[in-house]
Structures are given as C-alpha cells and as structure tokens.
C-alpha cells in the first residue's frame, strides 16, 4: 500500500511538473504582466493652511514610468494611517500625471471620511499599473499633523482695508462729535423728501412709503429704516397720514417700533396709529398688486421707495405715476434704477442711499460717517491710478497685493 | 436695560462675523453654522407677527364696515381656506387628518388647484403687466426736456431698436454693434462706480450699525 | 354699489358661467373631471383678465383678484414655511414625541440644545404683541442685525469694493500693432487694439468720474464738477441702455400670458 502511494505521489509530481512548464507558455499568450514601475519619489505632505484643519496636502514626484519609461503607471493611489507601518487606508487616487492631492476630510467624528486634528498621521502614495495588483509604493511620510488656522493670511487684503476704513470712521466720527462743522453738498433727492411731506399736509392726503422687498438685515433696508424714522418724524409733526405696506413681517415689527418711536420723539405720540405700518404677504406681485390698489384708493399725495427693490419697480412707479404722486425713490440694485430714474419725480441713485440718512438727520455723527467714506473713494482713485501705472509698467507685485483668497 | 442689551448684542454678534471671516478656525466656523440656523428659525416666529398683522387689518376694516371691507372678507377667507389646506391632508392611508408634507411635497389637491389656478395666472399676469408699464414709461421718458433723460432716451432708443430690420442691413448692423458696445463698456464702468460707492455706503452704514452709532433700525434715528 | 357697476358685473357673472360650461362641452370625453377642470381654466382665465383689467383702470375684478391673492398667497408662504422650516428642520432636533406626530425622523445630537435658544429668540420676537413688554422682542432684533451688519460688513467690503478697484487695473496703452477693424468696418467688438484701449480708457474714466459724482463732501464745481458731470453722463447713457435692454423681454412675458388666454381658455390653436 505504502508502495502504491509513493508511485502516485511521483507520478502526481511529474504530472504537475510538465502543466508547471506548459502554464507559462499559456499565460504569456494571454497578456504580459506588467512589471513593477519605478516608485514616486520626494513625497511631501503638509497641513492645508488658512482652513478649518481635518486637511492635509501631498506632494510628490511621478514614478519615472509615468508617461516615459515603460509607461506603465496609470494612476496614483493615497494612503493614509495613524501608524507609521501598518493600517493604511485608501483615501483618494489621481489619474498619471498628478504629482498632488488634497486630502480633506470632515470635521465629524462619526464620519468615514474623519481626519483627527493634531494628530500624527503617516501617509505613502503608490503608482498603480493597469494591473492593480501590480504596483509600487513609496516610502511611507510621516509624522504629519493636521491642524485649524485661527487666521486666513489670504484675507489680509480685507483686513487692512477693514482697519483704514474702521480707522478713518472713528477718526471723523469723533471730530464731528467735537463740533467741528462738515461740508456736504446739498441732494435734490434729499430737498424733495421734505418739501414732499410739506405738500402732502397742504393737500391733506397720505404719504406711502415702501421699505421693498429686502429683508430687515440688508444694509438698504436699514438704511431706508433711519429715513423712514425722519419722515415718520416730520409726518407726526404736520400731522399728516403715513401709510408703510410691509412685504417681510420682521421689516413690519422694526418698521413699527420705528415709527412709533419716531412719534414719541415729536412729541405726539397719541396721533401714532399701529395700523398704519401693516403687512401684507411675502409674495413678490401679491404685494405689489395690492400697494397699487393703495395707490389709487388712498391717493397719496408722496410716494417714497427706498431699499431693494425687484422686477416690481417699474410697476409700482408707474402706478404711482399714472395716480398723479410726488415719487421718491432710491435703492442700490442697479438694475432697477434705470426705471425708477424714469418714472419717479427723484432718485436716490446706489450710494446716495446710505447718504441719505445722515443727510437727513444733519447729526455731525452721521456726517462723519459721510466723510469717512469719501476719503476712502478718495483712496480708491488714488489705488486705482497706481494700479493702472503698475499694470502698463508691468509691476505685478501691485497688483498681487489686492488678491483676495475666498 | 431696554436700549443698552440691544447695542450690546448687536456689537457682540457683529464684531463675531467680522472676526470669523478673517478666522476659519473650527470653532469659529461651528459658531457661524449655529448663528446662520438661528437667523432661519426666529424668521419663521415672524411669519406669526406677519399673518396676525393681515389678519388684524383685514377685521378691523370689516369690523368698523370702512370703505371696500366686503374685499377684506375676500382675503380673510382666502387666508384661512389656504392655511385649511395648507396644513391638512391625505395621509399614506388615504386618510384625512393633520399631516401630509410627503416627498412630493404638499399633497392635498385642493392646496395645488389653488396655487395652479389662483396664485400662478395672478402672479405671471402681474408680471406681464410689466411690458405695458414699460411702454408707457418709455413714453414718460419721451417727454422729458433735460439733457440727462435725452442721453437715457437716445441709448435706450439705440439697445431697444438694434434688432429692427426698417433701417436697412447697413444701419442695423452698426446700430447692433454700438449697441452691443454700450451694453459692455460703459455699463461695465457705470455699474462699477456704483458698485464701489454702494460698497463703501453698505459698509459705512453696517459699520455704524455694529458701533452702535446707527440705529434707525430700533426705533431710535 | 352703481347700478351700471351692478350690470357689468351681472353682464361678466353670466359670461363666466357661459364660458365654463361652453369649456366644460368642449373638454367631454376627452378628460376625466371635465366639469371641474373646465371651472378651473375658466377661473384661471377671469383672474388673468380681472389682473389686466387694471390697466384700464381700479375696478372690482381687480380688487376681487388682488385680495384674494394676498390671502391665499399669505396663507401658502405660512404653511411651506411651517412644513419646510418647522416641521422639516426645527422639530426633528427639539422633541421626539413631536417628530413622532408629524411622522418626521427624529436627529439626536449632542448639541441639539442649541436650536432651543432661537425659539426662545423667536418667542421673544412675538412679545411685541403686548403692550408692555414689546421691548424684549428688540433682543431678537437686534440680534438678527447686529449678526447679519457683520457679515455684510465684509461680504460687501470684499466683493463691492477691493475686488473692483483690482477689476479696474486695464492697460490703457499697448504695444501698438494697428488699428484692427476699427477704420475698415467699425468693429467695435473685434479685438482690435484701438477697439480695446478706447474700451479701457472709457472704462477706466467711467469709473473714476462715477466715483466723483458720489462725492458728498466736496462742492462739484470746476474740473472736479465737469468729471462729476460726465460720470452722471456715463451713468445715464449705461441705464439707458440696461432700460432698453430689459424692454424685450418683458414683452415676451405678456405674449406668454396671451398665448395662456387663447390657446387654453379660448382653444384656438396657436
């Protein structure tokens, strides 16, 4: 029996010998297997800068077999691991000519894609062949740590912008509170305002005034907030009726409190009516359908549009046109002024906006403000000079400087 | 306490986005997050000021029969068939009850047989009306006897008419060309100029709004 | 109420049933509810007119038309506000028992408490109803503003100002190569280099005598008056033609509710 299985163990081990030498002739017949490309070298990887951490950047360069050699490197493939020899996992690849790749994770701890912070982290890149069991890897980087940036040095830009433009604010802020006397000129946008309200008392009618369809937080609502409160205030004085149709419910509640206030301060707060600040709906031509009807039920005698305004400026200028009103608009969306500037009596034109409520109240404060940014368009012409001599004389670190990184 | 905590909190919320712009820290950014959120959810507590405000108004006219009240009755009762819609429903039983936001959005069908037929014809007619009002401001414009509304007119005139074909192929086809132009270089200029003086505007007034040196916005110019 | 007033609207009334039930016969056997839908378009149909009736002058249609479009567009902008925000984001984080009542899925997180303090917030905004302590709810506002001031601070300082000083830098002068199409066909959109340099002084000088005209604090007289002049020229000619520009295609908005009147209301076949 024993001589029986050594003979079929031979005759097994010649058998398997002679398919050993058929098997390569076979397999060369079918596709050549790729031999190991040359590894990527000088693998660098370093903390991605000005972002919130969870994120790291690697650098390398290409496996000499990636497009020259033996061109067989088809893609680079990124590992990365919390030790320095074991437990490497794939975290993203690039196609062949990549020598970089951005290895952002999320800050959620639960997450798959979790980079831990301050934390060493090591990672290798393998060139891959068609065969993906075929492959070679670099040598592993590390340690690594990713880590949050409290400041974005790419915004510095911003920032000295928001320091001079802070500076020259407080600057003449406090001069104006010191009494010194301001020059503006005058605004026939501005002038209108009150020889409007004037006339609305002589005609004993109504005057409508529109916050439009902005939001309470957008800078143009507030803004057409604080000339809201000069005209409630005049209004209060003369008596006369104000009507303010609202679009968004939390411009309604300011719009209230500052009518309301603005009453008080003239001394009548008795004639202050709840019902004359009011809302309508948050639908575009809903509110527009009915302040037409107001326009031409109530007949005021003044329409006054300040703040953002949409597709319905046109209609409601005109509305108010066709009813015979005193209009007075202004808002700081360009598209709409061309018909605001057509159909309305004055226009407060973007800037002229903002100027408005310091113009109206003539509070040196506020006309401090007004100072402070007309120095800074000063300093715009004079940038803008220098960076047109920079560019015709090709000094490009001028213009790099104004290179915002969002 | 009813002036000095307002300040208090809009310079300390302010000065925090300003600050959190120059910072992309994780804790600045995860603070941002919860700020953007809350703004959301208290503008939804203010659609209740809003409808009870519509609601208010609306009574008071039909209360005190002032002029048109027969209208408000119009809207009161449009307002509270809609909410009736707009908060019932079918559930996925076929059953009516308070409940039927699903993945295809509201479901009761009377909810979007009123927003096909009633909100959608009125809103696009409203909307078109706008090619009646600019003729007729188009005509306003003509009228007037001043050069800067003659500069407006002349260019409005030039954009307005590059596609008419009365004037022969050789003048349409500069007037496309200056046109075009105008619509490139000089509105490029203009809407720059505007854009950096509304910039500067925007950024005095938020400025003075975070300083606390603004605020129109409380009811106090 | 005027007794022609009276007539038109009795006169209109019995078009409107005539139309709907003329629809209705024209609509049977080719859909199911045929009654109804006819109802629908025809409804749809006098809303439109009721709307175009302004044009013409205030009357009852339009009042009709505009109040029932407050109410029910109020009524849908508060109830996708309650599904999406409140039931969609809020509840989901704030109780289980009430995500469970709107069939919503409840998200637990560690730091699901914040989404308490803007309810609170919220809830403070509503004390504006009361008399007394309306104040309070200027906390909400305030931080609403206070928040949003800042972030439009350096929204707008970025993108409104630094990034178009930078946008201004052209070259206003060029290795002269020649004139381009300019004298040949005048071209002015070739690129030509005389066609470029005369778009880029016009931009740059358009720029800066706009800037001047928004000066506020300078009298406009003299150069500094004649720059400020032509930037307002500048400005005029530039709404000028985003006015006519806009002009087409509002026109093609009004075609489009034309075409709604007659292909579907009335049936003809444009």
Redesign the interface.
């Known amino acids: 029996m024993r001589y029986i299985l050594i003979i079929f163990s031979l005759i097994l081990i010649t058998f398997s010998a002679v398919i050993g030498q058929v098997d390569p002739v076979v397999t060369d017949s079918l596709a050549p297997v790729p031999a190991p490309p040359a590894p990527v070298t000088e693998v660098a990887v370093s903390d991605k800068a000005n972002d919130h951490g969870h994120a790291l950047i690697i650098e390398w360069k290409r496996s000499l077999d990636d497009g020259a050699g033996s061109n067989a490197v088809m893609l680079y493939e990124i590992f990365r691991s919390e030790f320095p020899d074991s437990a490497f996992k794939m975290v993203g690849s690039v196609p062949l000519g990549n020598e970089r790749f951005e290895d952002i994770g999320t800050i959620e701890k639960e997450s798959r894609d979790y980079i831990p912070d301050n934390t060493n982290l090591y990672y290798r890149v393998d060139a891959v062949t068609i065969d993906p069991v075929v492959r070679t890897s670099s040598e592993v980087y590390g340690p690594v740590q990713s880590y949050s940036n409290w400041f974005h040095k790419g915004r510095v830009p911003v920032l000295t912008a928001v320091l001079i433009f802070g500076a020259l604010m407080v600057y003449f802020v406090s001069v104006a509170r010191k009494g010194t006397e301001l020059y503006v000129r005058p605004l026939a946008g501005i002038a209108a305002v009150d020889d409007a309200i004037g006339r609305a008392t002589e005609m004993g009618r109504p005057i409508l005034y529109i916050l439009g369809l902005g939001t309470a937080d957008m800078i143009s609502t507030i803004a057409s907030f604080t000339i809201l409160s000069r005209v409630a205030k005049q209004v209060a004085e003369y008596q006369t009726e104000l009507i303010v149709p609202c679009y968004d419910p939390i411009v309604m509640t300011v719009a209230q409190e500052v009518v309301k206030s603005s009453y008080l301060d003239a001394g009548h707060p008795d004639n202050y009516k709840e019902d004359s600040v009011f809302y309508i709906t948050t639908n575009q031509f809903a509110y527009v359908a009915a302040v037409n009807g107001i326009m031409l039920r109530d007949l005021p005698a003044t329409n006054v549009y300040m703040g953002k305004f949409y597709a319905e400026s046109l209609i409601l200028a005109e509305t108010g046109a066709v009813a015979g009103s005193i209009q007075i608009a202004g808002t700081d969306e360009v598209g709409q002024l061309p018909f605001f500037i057509v159909a309305c009596d004055y226009t407060l034109i973007g800037e002229e906006l903002y100027a408005a409520s310091a113009y109206l109240g003539r509070e040196p404060i506020m006309l401090g403000s007004l100072k402070a940014q007309d120095y800074a368009k000063a300093a715009v012409i004079v940038l803008m000079i220098l960076g047109l001599l920079a560019i015709n004389v090709h000094l490009n670190a001028f213009i790099e400087i104004f290179k915002v990184v969002d | 306490m009813?002036r000095q905590?307002?300040?208090l909190?809009?310079?300390?919320?302010?000065?925090?986005?300003?600050f959190q712009?120059?910072?992309?820290?994780?804790?600045?950014?995860w603070i941002y997050k919860?700020?953007m959120?809350?703004?959301?959810?208290?503008?939804?507590?203010?659609?209740?000021?809003?409808?009870?405000?519509?609601i208010?108004?609306s009574y008071?006219k039909i209360k005190n029969k002032r002029?048109?009240w027969g209208?408000?009755v119009?809207?009161?009762?449009?307002?509270?068939?809609?909410?009736f819609f707009?908060?019932t429903g079918f559930?996925e039983n076929g059953e009516w009850g308070f409940?039927f936001?699903t993945q295809e959005g509201?479901t009761n069908p009377m909810?979007r047989?009123?927003?096909?037929?009633?909100?959608?014809?009125?809103?696009?007619?409203?909307?078109?009306?706008?090619?009646?009002?600019?003729s007729?401001?188009?005509y306003?414009?003509f009228r007037a006897r001043n050069v800067?509304?003659t500069?407006?007119?002349?260019?409005?005139?030039?954009?307005?008419l590059r596609f008419n074909p009365y004037f022969g192929e050789a003048v349409g086809l500069?007037m496309n060309?200056?046109?075009?132009?105008?619509?490139?270089?000089?509105?490029?200029?203009?809407?720059?100029?505007?854009?950096?003086?509304?910039?500067?505007?925007?950024?005095?007034?938020?400025?003075?709004?975070?300083?606390g040196?603004?605020r129109?916005?409380?009811?106090?110019? | 109420m005027k007794k022609t007033t009276l007539i038109i609207m009795a006169g209109v009334t019995v078009l409107f049933l005539l139309s709907w039930i003329i629809k209705a016969l024209a609509l049977e056997g080719m859909q199911e509810d045929y009654i109804k839908k006819a109802f629908l378009v025809t409804f749809s149909a006098f809303l439109t007119l009721s709307i175009l009736s302004f044009l013409y002058r205030d009357n009852p249609f339009y009042k009709f038309a505009e109040h029932l479009f407050v109410g029910v567009s109020a009524a849908f902008w508060m109830s996708m506000g309650f599904w999406s925000t409140i039931v969609g984001n809020l509840i989901p984080r704030l109780s289980q028992n009430l995500s469970v009542f709107f069939k919503v899925h409840y998200i637990p997180g560690d730091f699901n408490f914040r989404f308490y303090i803007p309810v609170i917030l919220g809830l403070l905004l509503l004390m504006r109803l009361s008399r007394n302590y309306g104040w309070i709810s200027r906390w909400s506002l305030a931080f609403i503003v206070g928040t949003t001031a800042g972030l439009n601070f350096i929204r707008y300082l970025r993108s409104d100002f630094i990034k178009q000083i930078s946008a201004t830098f052209v070259p206003l002068l060029v290795d002269w190569q020649g004139t381009g199409h300019f004298f040949s066909n005048l071209d002015l959109s070739a690129s030509g280099q005389l066609v470029m340099m005369l778009a880029n002084w016009t931009i740059f000088l358009g720029v800066m005598s706009g800037i001047i005209y928004f000066f506020f604090s300078k009298e406009h007289t003299g150069m500094f008056g004649r720059a400020s002049r032509f930037g307002i020229w500048v400005l005029m000619i530039t709404f000028g033609a985003s006015f006519g520009y806009t002009v087409m295609g509002r026109i093609s908005l009004l075609v489009g509710r034309i075409t709604f009147l007659f292909r579907d209301w009335l049936g003809f076949n444009i």
């Open positions: 009813k905590i307002p300040v909190l809009v310079f300390v919320f302010g000065v925090f986005m300003i712009y120059f910072s992309p820290h994780e804790y600045s950014e919860f700020l959120d809350w703004i959301y959810i208290i503008g939804i507590f203010a659609m209740a000021l809003g409808i009870w405000s519509l208010h108004v008071d002029h048109d209208y408000s119009v809207t009161l009762a449009a307002l509270f068939i809609m909410m707009g908060i559930d409940y936001m509201l909810f047989n009123f927003f096909n037929h009633i909100l959608v014809p009125i809103e696009t007619t409203m909307f078109s009306l706008l090619a009646f009002f600019i007729s401001a188009a306003r414009a800067l509304a500069m407006l007119l002349v260019s409005a005139l030039v954009v307005m500069y060309k200056i046109a075009a132009w105008l619509l490139n270089v000089p509105n490029m200029a203009a809407k720059r100029a505007i854009l950096i003086g509304i910039g500067l505007g925007m950024v005095g007034t938020a400025l003075k709004v975070v300083l040196i603004e129109g916005y409380m009811g106090k110019g």
